[in-house]
């Protein structure tokens, strides 16, 4: 269901969110959670993977 896919996603987007911010990387070396826009991305992209199939 595309609602169930867009829960995953933004759920995803914030985990990635809140991870570049309390995890992060302090020397900006890290490419994907020096840079929130990125980190947000990738895990809303992640979530959505995780959805699933159906």
Same mark, same amino acid.
């Given at each position: +269901?595309? $609602? &169930?896919?867009?829960?995953?996603?933004?759920? /995803?987007?914030?985990?990635?969110?809140? !991870?570049?911010?309390?995890?992060?990387?302090? &020397? *900006?070396?890290?490419?994907? &959670?020096?840079?929130?826009?990125? %980190? &947000?991305? !990738? /895990? *809303? $992209?992640? /979530?959505?993977? +995780? %959805?699933?199939?159906?």
């Amino acid at each position: +269901m595309i $609602v &169930t896919k867009i829960a995953f996603a933004l759920g /995803g987007a914030v985990l990635g969110l809140a !991870y570049q911010r309390f995890v992060g990387c302090r &020397t *900006g070396s890290c490419p994907i &959670t020096s840079n929130p826009y990125i %980190s &947000t991305l !990738y /895990g *809303g $992209v992640l /979530g959505y993977l +995780m %959805s699933g199939n159906g």
